[in-house]
Every structure is written in C-alpha cells, then in structure tokens.
T-cell receptor
Framework: DTGVSQDPRHKITKRGQNVTFRCDPI?????LYWYRQTLGQGPEFLTY????????KSRLLSDRFSAERPKGSFSTLEIQRTEQGDSAMYLC????????????FGSGTRLTVV | GQNIDQPTEMTATEGAIVQINCTYQ??????LFWYQQHAGEAPTFLSY????GLEEKGRFSSFLSRSKGYSYLLLKELQMKDSASYLC?????????????FGKGTKLSVIP
C-alpha cells in the first residue's frame, strides 16, 4: 500500500468551470476526510465519510461543493462554478478505527482559480 | 466552539532544543494531536496525547496539561530537516464526530 493518493496534484482552472478531484485512501481505512488548506493556515475540515456514508459536512461546504465515496473506496470532491476564493490545497486523509493513530494525509491537490 | 493558539514563527539553531507551545479551548476534550508539515507537502502525524504528562518518541516529545488547556512539542538535537510547520489539532467535541480542528501552525526555521 502506497498510502493516500490524490489526483491531480495541481489544477489550474478558469473561474466558473467545474473541477473534480480524486482520493484513494489506504485500502483498509474505513474513514475518509476532506480538508482545505490556504497559505499560512491550518487545514479546515470539509467533510467526512465512514465507508460510503457521508456523516459530517462543514458549513464551509457550500452547495457548489459535493463529495462522494461510492462503494466505500475512493472518493471524489467536485467544485462547481469555481470562484477565486476556492484556490487552496485540498487534502484528503484516511484513518482506521479510533482517533489515537491520527490521520494519514495525501499529498493534496493544489487548485488555482484564475 | 473550539480555539487553538500557536506562535506563528520560531527560529532555532541546529543541534539545539526548541519548545513549540499550543493552547486550546474546547467544550469536550478528546485528545490532542501534533502534525509536521513541510512546505508544499501533506501533514504527517507526530503524536497524540490524551492523558496529562510527557510522551517521548525519539527526538520529539509532546506534553499535555488538560487542566491548563496547554500542550507543547519539544524537539531535541535539531536538524535542518526539522524546518517545517508544526500543527496542533484537537478533535471536535461533538458526539460521533471525527473531524479535527487545527491551529494555524508554527513555522519553525532551523539555522546552522
């Protein structure tokens, strides 16, 4: 297992376009998280899946954002009608069981909206 | 609500010891995490404290005082590769929640 994989690593898009990111968690991890991080800030929680069920969503996740985790494996995060304020690093993480072991983060997708 | 405070930046000399502090306010405590994040890379897990006291892992140690809402990360024998941001995080206290609230991070620069 190579850890948490995210694709693409970088994405530049024009304002108003839709973008989709993919995350492949560690295979035995049942929990998957999406976070957003801007320069000089810590990661901010967006949403959380346990298996295929989306159990938590942040107020940061406006109706332009949607996330899925079909079959409890990989996950996608889609942003519709992108805005310049969406420019950030989008981090995916996965974990197994309790919180004591912490998350394993992927390398992130850096989104730039121009 | 939850709030986490960390110093924004610190500088220390190679071979020295540095202590990075974190204070937090949370309505229900479920432990505290420290993560390391090199520029442009993903955060990596360093430690998890749920009980008071010091936990040591090689050159890195983490301390927690629940009564004071305070933690610190202690880095010994600093190396240049320790230059990174160090993030303090606490789990959200809501029932059944697994989200983490992160501080803004402390950017540590190790100089020769």
């Amino acid at each position: 297992d190579t850890g948490v994989s995210q694709d693409p690593r970088h994405k530049i898009t024009k304002r108003g376009q839709n973008v989709t990111f993919r995350c492949d968690p560690i295979s035995e991890h049942n929990r998957l998280y999406w976070y957003r991080q801007t320069l000089g800030q810590g990661p901010e929680f967006l949403t959380y899946f346990q298996n295929e069920a989306q159990l938590e969503k942040s107020r940061l996740l406006s109706d332009r954002f949607s996330a899925e985790r079909p079959k409890g494996s990989f996950s996608t995060l889609e942003i519709q009608r992108t805005e310049q304020g969406d420019s950030a690093m989008y981090l995916c993480a996965s974990s197994l069981g309790g919180q004591g072991g912490g998350y394993t983060f992927g390398s992130g997708t850096r989104l730039t909206v121009v | 609500g939850q709030n986490i405070d960390q110093p924004t930046e610190m500088t220390a000399t190679e071979g020295a010891i540095v202590q990075i502090n974190c204070t937090y306010q949370t309505s229900g405590f479920n432990g505290l995490f420290w993560y390391q994040q090199h520029a442009g890379e993903a955060p990596t897990f360093l430690s998890y404290n749920v009980l008071d006291g010091l936990e040591e892992k090689g050159r890195f140690s983490s301390f927690l005082s629940r009564s004071k809402g305070y933690s610190y990360l202690l880095l010994k024998e600093l190396q240049m590769k320790d230059s990174a941001s160090y993030l303090c995080a606490v789990p959200y206290s809501g029932a059944g929640s697994y989200q983490l609230t992160f501080g803004k991070g402390t950017k540590l620069s190790v100089i020769p």
